[in-house]
């Protein structure tokens, strides 16, 4: 028998002091809870209760095992419930793998906003521009550009970011400025190290055309491809909400802008679960409802 269905019908039987009315209490038959009892006798080899016609009493032994079958069941019940609060009310740490790029714009006044809306959640925010495993880093969800592999992993949908080449005046100023996707073939075009596309670019919408740049710099870490633009070192297909103040300020220069620039969804990912925590759900549901689109 389990033995904490046994320690529950033990714990009913000396608080009724009575076979049969402990089973009415718990929706059993009499024979089921002498059962219980027995069993639980066996497995200790001790007898917990002396019988009686009328009533029954414990043990010396019986005594002991009775409080620390109180305590037990106290404490499951204790974790029962905890788990259950945890569920209905955001509450705990959220471990959350997140790209570079979004560090200094949306995502961390989003989470902010977050925290001081579920003051008892706690948000641990690493930035990678690595593809993590959530599982293996122990991470709750990840927030992540691109179409994305078929990963076995859940995917809601945050926002688009629009894509522009650009690049700095100076660059521009000694190997001039491209006025046709075929032109940048004889520039320097700098990437973004994360997939083995990196140097193919996509201009368009539903039928992409895609272009072959080459150069000699890549970076898997997006802020440093913005400094190393800025630094003249040739042309980059920039994030439009990172570029946005370098090129309202003359530090960048958009490009063929003729041509539609790609955009590349962002997603928030987490392993498929469905005992969901609240904490988890609750940030889902605050990021695609704010998330500026």
């Given amino acids: 028998m389990d033995l904490l269905n046994s ?3 033990f714990v009913r039987v000396v608080a009724c002091e009575n076979f049969t009315t402990a089973a009415d209490q718990l929706g059993i ?3 089921m809870v002498s059962n219980h009892i027995r069993g639980l006798e066996t497995r200790l080899g001790a007898k917990l209760l002396h019988r009686t016609t009328r009533r029954q009493s414990l043990t010396d032994i019986g005594r002991a095992y009775y409080e620390q079958c109180v305590d037990i069941l106290s404490r499951i019940e204790l974790a029962e419930t905890s788990a259950r609060e945890q ?3 955001p509450k ?3 471990r959350i793998s997140a790209v570079v790029s979004l560090s200094a714009h949306t995502l961390v006044p989003l989470i902010a906003q977050y925290i001081e809306t579920y003051p008892e959640v706690e948000v641990e925010l690493i930035f990678s521009d690595e593809v993590v495993n959530l599982i293996e880093g122990g991470f709750d969800a990840g927030i992540r550009y691109g179409d994305l592999p078929d990963s076995g992993l859940v995917a809601r949908e945050l926002g688009r970011t629009r894509l522009v080449p650009c690049a700095a005046p100076a660059y521009l100023d000694s190997h001039g400025v491209p006025e046709s996707l075929a032109d940048l073939q004889g520039h ?3 990437a973004f190290h994360n997939t083995v596309a990196q140097w193919q670019w996509k201009f368009g919408g539903g039928d992409p055309t895609c272009v072959a740049t080459k150069g000699r710099f890549s970076t898997n870490n997006m802020p440093a491809l913005r ?3 800025l630094a003249g070192l040739g ?3 920039l994030p439009r909400d990172l570029a946005d103040a370098d090129i309202r300020e003359g530090r960048l220069i958009p490009l063929l802008e003729a041509f539609g620039a790609p955009d590349r969804p962002l997603h928030i990912v987490y392993m498929q679960d469905r005992l969901m ?5 609750s940030l889902i549901d605050f990021l695609v409802a704010h998330f500026p689109k």
Avoid: E, F, P
Avoid at 277 to 281: H, N, Q
């Fill in 29 to 31: 038959s009499t024979t």
């Fill in 235 to 237: 042309i980059a297909m």
């Fill in 7 to 9: 320690m529950t019908v």
């Fill in 87 to 89: 569920r209905a009310n």
């Fill in 92 to 94: 705990g740490l959220l």
């Fill in 227 to 229: 400094t190393a633009t």
């Fill in 188 to 190: 320097t075009c700098l």
């Fill in 277 to 281: 925590t609240r904490k988890l759900s």
